[in-house]
């Protein structure tokens, strides 16, 4: 059994003489401790709320039975401050996943409650030490360096973009260095936990491969034959890399590439070569039967620059200032978050086919609760070569994309937009498979 405590905790964010920052956090750091497990493993975590409000906790890509999701107020109740809950699921698939808190997301996430969660295969591929985990946030700072929260909530942030930071942080700290031996290759599993913000990296920059997205493994190693990657929020990448000199991860959204981590290449007394012959070891996921499909019409609308759309919340349809007290912004078919009935209801085993419009003018970063799907199609842009499985996908404006997946997983499951602001303000919905 692993003990995780959500609480308060003070953590430098910023340079060394900066001060701490109050954050919450799972066992008093952000990123909350790596879990680790093996493929087929039972995972078995007794969690306790030390924070003044309720929380719990989501292992995000999991394809989990449902009342072990973590979801406040869908799957489970909210764990009350004092309170313990004991989540205790097998890890079907071998990957690159990770938890955070699923209560209020956009201000618990925000504030530092997130951390690894690391599934091996059953013969791992890459020795331990050659395996390395990068949780990559940005945070936002003021005054001295220190985390902002009176900016949290900000309605207008709800609206456009989601609460973007100031400050990159990998595992907690800046532009961290890590030692590489030489001639040797190594798995780096990289892990978008911010609130909103769209990680750009172009692993050819530093030699890099793809093995795998959002914790499935590809067959091959493929070549990024665009660039750069987008590493929407919650999104992962798995890249493989053979040391040959030191390199650094660069965020290159802006028009200066942007160092987030270093790699420092040495030769070792020991050599001991480095297995090259890795093969890497997809999960097999039950594949859509597409002529039977049942498809999804989801349309996306609101926000700035969006116009004036209706929309329902709690089944009523907001005017004027309501928008503004109900915080609600965005709809999915113009519905705002939750609703007593589900978006849709599947069959178990049913093939379902989601086609998301974007009517918005903004990115979005959709996430599918329980399940995986592959990415069919999408307007302006190729779909990835073999269809890799996901569990989020970035929509961009006037964006049509296609998802096929099996709903095999019975119960209740979210389907929203984790840009978390997004999500909290309306984008944010659930189906039930039965
Ligand atoms: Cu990463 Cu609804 O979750
Ligand atoms: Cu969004």
Known sequence: MFDL???????????????????????????????????????????TNKLEEPTSVHWHGIRIENSMDGVSGLTQEPVEPGDTFVYDFVAPDAGTFWYHAHNKSWNQVARGLYGPLIVDEVEPVFERSNDITLVLDDWRLAGEGVLDVASLGSMMEWAHGGRLGNWLTVNGQSRPVTDLVRGQTYRLRLINAANARVFEIDPNRFGATLIGFDGQSFTEPAKLDYAPLMLGPAQRVDLMVVAKSDFTIEEVSGDTPYPIAGFSVSDSETTEASRSDKKLQPNVLPSADLAKARRIRLQMTGGAMGGMIDIIYKGKKLQGDDFRTARQAWAFNGVANLAEEPFFEARQGETILVETVNRTAWVHAMHVHGHHFQILNRSGSDVDEGKPWRDTFLIGPDQTTEIAFVADNPGKWLFHCHMLEHAAAGMNTWFQVT
Do not use: C, M
Request: charged fraction near 25%.
């Open 5 to 47: 405590v959500a609480g308060p905790s003070r953590q430098r964010l910023y340079l060394p003489d900066a001060p701490s920052s109050e954050l919450w956090t799972y066992n008093g750091y952000a990123p909350g401790p790596e879990i680790r497990v093996k493929k087929g493993e039972r995972v078995q975590v007794r969690f």
